[in-house]
């Protein structure tokens, strides 16, 4: 059922029956026919006769269509020195996720002006798509020992650099013998409140 309500909130339309098969390891597509019944006779699947018939019971659907249009606030990100992470919810925005390509996982609040010049302002709420994973160029929100930011990743022989948008602050560098580092997402987009 997870992989059914995880492939409706990602892609709008629900799985085939090979793609059912495929994602959950059964040989065939008969075998994933077999388990759509069984959740059709526990009354939490309905089925109707077009190609991709399947759907979630009306009560189902309505949580859906609510989750997939809300993104959690997630505390803040620093755009100049590291700040501590907050890492409870806030609130829950209705933006719908899919806006973003990648699609975005959570949003952060934007403390301070190190990413203008890449458009990233005091008070934005920036997408991030998590990931633990980037490439050199790319803005990242990266964990530092206990702290976050937001800067662009490079990646040099021995250490990596976080590169701020703005003449005014220095970049970070990190020497991953003697912090505590990992990418905790990748920028998408931003929201700006006027």
């Given at each position: ?89 806030e609130s ?77 602050f220095s ?24």
């Amino acid at each position: 059922m997870a992989f059914l309500q995880e492939y409706l909130q990602a892609q709008g339309l629900p799985p085939t029956l090979r793609e059912i098969a495929d994602a959950l390891g059964f040989s065939s597509h008969s075998s994933a026919q077999a388990c759509v019944e069984s959740l059709v006779r526990k009354g939490v699947l309905e089925r109707s006769p077009q190609h991709r018939g399947l759907r979630l019971p009306a009560g189902n659907a309505a949580l859906l269509r609510g989750a997939a249009n809300d993104l959690p606030l997630i505390g803040r990100v620093a755009a100049g020195s590291p700040i501590l992470a907050e890492e409870n919810i806030e609130s829950q925005l209705e933006v719908d996720p899919a806006l973003f390509r990648p699609r975005a996982d959570y949003l952060l609040r934007v403390v301070g002006m190190s990413m203008r010049d890449a458009g990233i302002l005091d008070g934005d709420l920036l997408a991030v798509h998590k990931t633990a994973t980037a490439n050199d160029g790319q803005i990242v929100v990266a964990r530092l020992d206990d702290e976050v930011t937001v800067k662009r990743l490079k990646h040099e022989r021995d250490r990596l650099l976080l590169l701020p948008e703005n003449p005014d602050f220095s970049p970070i560098e990190v020497d991953p013998r003697r912090h505590a580092f990992a990418i905790e997402g990748r920028y998408v987009g931003i929201i700006r409140r006027t």
